[in-house]
């Protein structure tokens, strides 16, 4: 559509788990990260944000199947990729960092030797050339004596060399686009602030896109300027960063960001009850039993997706 | 044991505590760190405690000191007033019952293979006053109390949401009657929008029976919702100490602020100072006979005398106390 999209998620659906019973984890789910921006989904576990990450780079665990819409990467619609052409995209074009970094290294092999792998399979060239790169990659992301810590094994790298490691991994190839599931959960604050500072000014200098996920908004507002609010599988709410913050308009968006910033006093503001189970799509509104504004025809109705001021979207009946 | 008594007794108390572990570094080297140094405070009816600070910064260790687990190489933990190690037969028995503990992961901190009702019933083992049909009623109770259903008792833990689980932890730590409990990041593997449940759980029930608390917690809006009294801990050392509102209004303290920096508390602080401010790198082990100031590497304000100088936990406000000679000197 917009010479700005680099990626346009349209529709989007997917399923997990048991043919018989699947889940509904993602359910028409659609946003548009611009070229160069920073893009945040928050949501809870459950709320179908990292289905949604994986299914962009078609990475769902083996029961996931893609039911339906589009990814459209630079016009291309990255469900219709032939596999060999995705696996060239996928760490090139656009890259992937997880939570639990430690866990997605190699126990076996020494870290550096893994991320000249990465440079090695998309770019060619002499694993001493790809070495080499490696090495820098590490310095630049601030692992002091990066030559000798190349050659150690993920079991000596902290947590917070771990994600950088994998930062480095992620970025060799320079892609177009970076998405991080969760890159701070687990790391000690003082590490997170500086994780999040890393991952900002690459991407930065690199004008590098950031799909950035987390439950927390806090890590959110440190690195973006949009948001993509999600809830049972769907987009409740999305927009500028600042501009939702400030005028939050779904009640689910609303209840969220009271749990992290309580008004009043010291009890802490909560949503009650629990998220519903999706083995079945609900037929109106997902946060019907939970809403404090619900309506009757909230439970009938599914919500449409409204533009309430400029880029700034929301699911709800009560717009 | 009234609440807003000025003079109430501590129930327990942490004085000059100190551990050290010997860690082996390599085959042939050892070293001893020392995760625990000095620290001191006390815990009284109605009030919460809380510990933060980072991993490695010794918290885990207090608490294991304070629950008896670990004794301390110098120092002492004292419950209602006596040493803890003075402590035998019926009094030992008594802090036992009086001393509980709710674990950070609700998942993993229940037996898979237990329902609810008997994960409940074995709690009540210190209960001997009661006999097998009153800790039925009891368990019951328990859950009606977490505002669970008592037919919850039937369930295992596999059946029941994060926040409901972490329920049946705090009846858990209820159960045998405690007037202290540790709380050991409760609320750190629960979804933002179920955490204000258990928050306010610990609050009400502090509020009917008195309840102490020591809360370990990396989540500041955590420690401002319950906390009363906080120490920032680092490599073992309280850095600065206070009351909650007070600490977190005025961080006096560059690790502090850093901290604080770290959270949306930082980006709506009321003090616009401290939001920027990052240390650097990662906690690093301490050289052998090292006395500066612990966090001389990473601390963005580090000067020479940071290194040579022992630093003193010393008033900077009025019940405000800090471990910085910048910020007792006013030099920031």
Same mark, same amino acid.
């Given at each position: ?37 920073? @893009? +945040? ?15 962009? @780079? ?12 589009? !990814?459209?990467? =630079?016009?291309? =619609? ?56 490696? !090495? ?44 991080? =599931? ?28 950031? %799909?950035?996920?987390?439950? =927390? ?47 009043? +006093? ?6 009650? +009850? ?46 | ?21 010997? %860690? ?8 001893? !760190? ?31 000191? !304070? ?234 304000? %580090? ?23 910048? %910020? @007792?000197?006013?030099?920031?």
């Amino acid at each position: 559509m917009s010479e700005q999209a680099l990626l346009q998620l349209r529709e989007l659906r997917a399923v997990v788990g048991p043919r018989e019973q699947p889940v509904h984890a993602v359910r028409g789910v659609s946003f548009t990260v611009r070229r160069g921006a920073r @893009l +945040g989904i928050i949501g809870e576990s459950g709320s179908g944000k990292s289905m949604t990450a994986l299914s962009i @780079l078609r990475l769902l665990p083996p029961s996931g199947v893609i039911r339906g819409g589009k !990814v459209l990467y =630079d016009g291309r =619609d990255l469900l219709r990729l032939p596999e060999p052409q995705m696996q060239r995209l996928r760490g090139r074009e656009i890259s992937l960092i997880f939570q639990n970094a430690a866990a997605a290294l190699n126990p076996l092999f020494p870290v550096g030797e893994q991320i000249a792998d990465v440079y090695r399979h998309h770019e060619g060239g002499s694993p001493r050339q790809a070495w080499e790169r490696a !090495v820098a990659m590490l310095d630049a992301m601030g692992i002091p004596d990066a030559p000798r810590r190349a050659r150690a094994y993920p079991h000596q790298y902290s947590g917070g060399m771990a994600q950088r490691a994998m930062i480095a991994m992620a970025l060799i190839c320079s892609p177009r686009l970076l998405i991080a =599931d969760e890159p701070t959960t687990g790391l000690d604050l003082t590490i997170q602030a500086q994780v999040l500072d890393l991952i900002q000014e690459q991407v930065q200098r690199s004008g590098t896109s950031l %799909v950035l996920i987390s439950h =927390d908004i806090a890590v959110i507002a440190e690195v973006c300027e949009e948001v993509v609010v999600m809830y049972a599988g769907e987009v409740v709410e999305s927009g500028p960063l600042a501009e939702v913050l400030r005028n939050p308009i779904n009640p689910y968006t609303r209840a969220l960001l009271d749990c992290f910033e309580p008004k009043e +006093g010291r009890r802490l503001p909560y949503i009650a +009850g629990r998220v519903p189970q999706l083995y079945q799509e609900p037929k109106g509104c997902a946060f019907f039993n939970r809403c404090p504004q619900a309506r009757e025809m909230c439970r009938e109705i599914h919500p449409p997706t409204v533009e309430v001021a400029p880029g700034h979207r929301v699911a709800c009946h009560v717009v | 044991m009234a609440c807003g008594e000025p003079n109430r007794l501590p129930i327990l108390e942490a004085r000059g505590l100190v551990k050290r572990f010997r %860690v082996r570094q390599s085959l042939a080297r050892r070293t001893v !760190v020392t995760a625990v140094n000095e620290v001191s405070f006390a815990v009284r009816p109605g009030e919460t405690v809380a510990l933060v600070g980072e991993s490695g910064c010794g918290k885990t260790t207090v608490g294991k000191l !304070v629950l008896g687990f670990l004794p301390p190489d110098s120092g002492q933990v004292h419950f209602r007033g006596k040493p803890l190690t003075s402590l035998a037969g019926e009094e030992r028995l008594a802090y036992r019952r009086a001393v509980q503990m709710v674990f950070q992961n609700p998942l993993a901190s229940f037996n898979p293979m237990m329902s609810i009702g008997a994960a409940l019933l074995d709690a009540l083992r210190l209960r001997s006053d009661l006999s097998r049909r009153e800790k039925e009623a009891e368990v019951a109770r328990l859950l009606q109390r977490v505002g669970l259903e008592p037919e919850m008792a039937m369930r295992y833990p596999s059946e029941m949401s994060g926040g409901q689980l972490q329920r049946v932890g705090v009846a858990r730590a209820l159960a045998p009657g405690p007037a202290f409990i540790f709380l050991d990041e409760p609320t750190s593997a629960l979804d933002m929008s179920v955490r204000g449940q258990v928050i306010n759980l610990l609050l009400e029930l502090q509020a009917d029976r008195g309840l102490a608390y020591l809360l370990v917690s990396h989540d500041l809006r955590v420690v401002r919702a319950m906390g009363h009294y906080m120490l920032v801990m680092y490599l073992g050392q309280v850095l600065e100490e206070g009351p909650v509102e007070e600490v977190l209004a005025h961080p006096l303290h560059p690790y502090t602020q850093s901290l604080l920096a770290a959270t949306l508390l930082g980006l709506l602080a009321q003090a616009p100072a401290a939001r920027r401010v990052r240390v650097r790198g990662e906690v690093l082990q301490l050289p052998a006979g090292y006395r500066g100031c612990n966090l001389y590497r990473r601390c963005p304000f %580090v000067t020479e005398r940071c290194q040579q100088e022992p630093q003193v936990l010393a008033e900077a406000a009025p019940g405000h106390r800090v471990r910085c000679w910048r %910020v @007792l000197d006013g030099a920031c």
